[in-house]
């Protein structure tokens, strides 16, 4: 079971460095899509939750909150 902080590294590419609870990510983390696409913030339960920025492969950039 995954809790504290730690690494995740998927075999597709994808990849989680942050905190986790209960093998979910959880409090701050930042994830990294294969595509190039990538999520800086808070996570709750493996879901985008709180203040953060997802940088996108397209250039496009999302600075915010989510509930």
Same mark, same amino acid.
């Given at each position: 079971?995954?809790? /504290?902080?730690g690494i995740w590294k998927g075999i597709d590419g994808d990849s989680y460095i942050g905190e986790w609870r209960n093998s979910k990510a959880h409090g701050y983390g930042v994830h990294t899509w294969k595509n190039g696409d990538r999520y800086e913030g808070e996570w709750d339960n493996c879901l985008k939750h709180g203040q953060g920025t997802d940088i996108f492969a397209n250039g496009d950039i999302y600075? /915010?909150?989510y509930f």
């Open positions: 079971m995954k809790e /504290g902080n600075v /915010g909150t």
